[in-house]
């Protein structure tokens, strides 16, 4: 596991990242030569990963949550995180 203070932690996605997943998730669906059958399988693929998205971000936001409870400040979360504010930290917290 990489602790919280490793200063590699990317935060950004490296455009060969995206294209690597790109390949494993929908790799035959881009080959396909229909245009209408991929661009709908896209779509489908696209509601996936949205609802993918936000569901990680509420999973960071538990996670938080964890180091709130166990006495860290907002703004030491925001610091071991990464995240800069503890404005930040608010938005990912669960209401």
């Known amino acids: 596991m990489v602790s919280h203070l490793d200063p590699c ?10 294209e690597g997943l790109l390949d ?5 669906i881009l080959d396909e030569p229909d245009w209408l059958i991929r661009y709908t399988a896209l779509t489908k693929l ?9 569901r990680i971000k509420a999973e960071r936001g538990r996670a938080l ?5 166990s006495g860290l400040t907002l703004g030491k979360l925001a610091a071991a995180a990464g995240l800069g504010t503890y404005q ?3 938005q990912l917290l669960p209401q």
């Open 46 to 54: 696209q509601a996936n990963a949205d609802a993918l998205v936000s």
């Open 88 to 90: 930040r930290v608010q």
């Open 9 to 18: 932690v990317q935060r950004e996605a490296e455009p060969y990242d995206v």
């Open 65 to 69: 949550a964890e180091g709130q409870a």
């Open 24 to 28: 494993l998730v929908a790799g035959e």
